[in-house]
């Protein structure tokens, strides 16, 4: 099994430009979780899907963060416009049952 | 929301020494988990814990859940380089997991 695995790795962008992060979760999960992780607010959790079906998008910080899940394997956190603050580690995560498999993360980087 | 506090924020011990880091809640945890991450790298879970009271060992790590279900410590013994990582622990609500902001520790040979 891969694990979950995210793209890119690292992304470098100017402000104002649009940011597409994708994640493929492990085959055979239904939830899938998006958190964005700063040494000022640690691990914050996004949004999280259960069968593709957003559930709880509370945490997204405002109207230019987006989330779709298409299918069981896809997801997408888009920011668009993007800004400096939203410079970050974005992790997402799949799980079937309380145990989470956290991807290796897309550092952000918005100057 | 519940707002969960681990401490200490950091720590930094030399190769061979015990330590014990704290997580706390405000609320009674329905179950808790304790991750590791290592640098680049996503969180692993370490353990769960859902009975108060309830001791778990991994190896050299031994997890507590206190018996009000509103705190839970983890304890390493004679602490390595390769245990060096952000701990964290998280609380479970149904299929959602909130984080403390985590320990680091530093083990140095």
């Known amino acids: 099994d891969a694990g979950v695995i995210q793209s890119p790795r690292h992304e470098v962008t100017e402000m104002g430009q649009e940011v597409t992060l994708r994640c493929k979760p492990i085959s055979g999960h239904n939830s899938l979780f998006w958190y964005r992780q700063t040494m000022m607010r640690g691990l914050e959790l996004l949004i999280y899907?259960?069968?593709?079906?957003?559930?709880?998008d509370s945490g997204m910080p405002e109207d230019r963060f987006s989330a779709k899940m298409p299918n069981a394997s896809f997801s997408t956190l888009k920011i668009q416009p993007s800004e400096p603050r939203d410079s970050a580690v974005y992790f997402c995560?799949?799980?079937?049952?309380?145990?989470?498999?956290f991807g290796n993360g897309t550092r952000l980087t918005v100057t | 929301t519940q707002l969960l506090e681990q401490s200490p924020q950091f720590l930094s011990i030399q190769e061979g020494e015990n330590l014990t880091v704290y997580c706390n809640s405000s609320s009674v945890f329905s179950s808790l988990q304790w991750y590791r991450q290592e640098p680049g790298e996503g969180p692993v879970l370490l353990v769960t814990v859902v009975t108060g009271g309830e001791v778990k060992k991994l190896k050299r790590l031994t997890f507590q859940f206190g018996d009000a279900r509103k705190d839970s410590s983890l304890h390493i013994t004679a602490a390595q380089p390769g245990d060096t990582g952000l701990y964290l622990c998280?609380?479970?609500?149904?299929?959602?997991?909130?984080f403390g902001e985590g320990t680091q520790l530093t083990v140095n040979p």
């Open positions: 995560a799949s799980s079937f049952g309380l145990v989470l498999h």
């Open positions: 998280g609380e479970t609500s149904g299929s959602r997991l909130t």
């Open positions: 899907f259960n069968n593709n079906v957003p559930i709880d």
